[in-house]
T-cell receptor, first 113, second 109 residues
Framework: NAGVTQTPKFRVLKTGQSMTLLCAQDMNHEYMYWYRQDPGMGLRLIHYSVGEGTTAKGEVPDGYNVSRLKKQNFLLGLESAAPSQTSVYFC????????????FGPGTRLTVT | KNEVEQSPQNLTAQEGEFITINCSYSVGISALHWLQQHPGGGIVSLFMLSSGKKKHGRLIATINIQEKHSSLHITASHPRDSAVYICAVINFGNEKLTFGTGTRLTIIP
């Protein structure tokens, strides 16, 4: 099992450009999450999904959109990147039901210039 | 005030020392999660606990629900334990985690 994978690992964008980050999990987990991690702050939830076809806003959703068309994939989109979105992005998944232990991907380091 | 607070923020110790990292939270929770983030950035789940104590190798995690407090202990610490340790809580009634800002641990040979 690959667990949780993220694509790409690194990316540099210019202000105003768009991109999509892909998260894939092969554990048949129901729940998936997108976080950002910034220096001096804890991980912050951007959006999450509790099942295929569902998404919900987290703590810091502005400037991002998500889609979960297939159970194993969770996409995070930036329509018009801003320097404030420079961060490390982590995807995670969890089985759901009564099990909330989260399994994390390796992260994507995004720089917006 | 953050919902989840960790102490200390930074900790440097000699190899072999007994390590304690603390986590306090202010909300009702259904479980607490200890995570380890390696220098390369990857995040690994160490423990998920809702009561009592759990042990895995040299790591021990305890939680006191009444006092809203958890501790992570490392016995016989080793330089490979150097990492950031993150506490996160699962609030009652939802499936989301609230994270502490982490404790950076450095073990000197």
């Amino acid at each position: 099992n690959a667990g949780v994978t993220q694509t790409p690992k690194f990316r540099v964008l210019k202000t105003g450009q768009s991109m999509t980050l892909l998260c894939a999990q092969d554990m048949n987990h129901e729940y998936m999450y997108w976080y950002r991690q910034d220096p001096g702050m804890g991980l912050r939830l951007i959006h999450y999904s509790v099942g295929e076809g569902t998404t919900a806003k987290g703590e810091v959703p502005d400037g991002y959109n998500v889609s979960r068309l297939k159970k194993q994939n969770f996409l995070l989109g930036l329509e018009s990147a801003a320097p404030s979105q420079t961060s490390v992005y982590f995807c995670a998944s969890s089985p759901g039901g009564n099990s909330y232990e989260q399994y994390f991907g390796p992260g994507t380091r995004l720089t917006v210039t | 005030k953050n919902e989840v607070e960790q102490s200390p923020q930074n900790l440097t110790a000699q190899e072999g020392e007994f390590i304690t990292i603390n986590c306090s939270y202010s909300v009702g929770i259904s479980a607490l999660h200890w995570l380890q983030q390696h220098p390369g950035g990857g995040i690994v789940s160490l423990f998920m606990l809702s009561s009592g104590k759990k042990k895995h190798g040299r790591l021990i995690a305890t939680i006191n629900i009444q006092e809203k407090h958890s501790s992570l202990h490392i016995t016989a610490s080793h330089p490979r334990d150097s990492a950031v340790y993150i506490c996160a809580v699962i609030n009652f009634g939802n499936e989301k985690l609230t994270f502490g800002t982490g404790t950076r641990l450095t073990i000197i040979p």
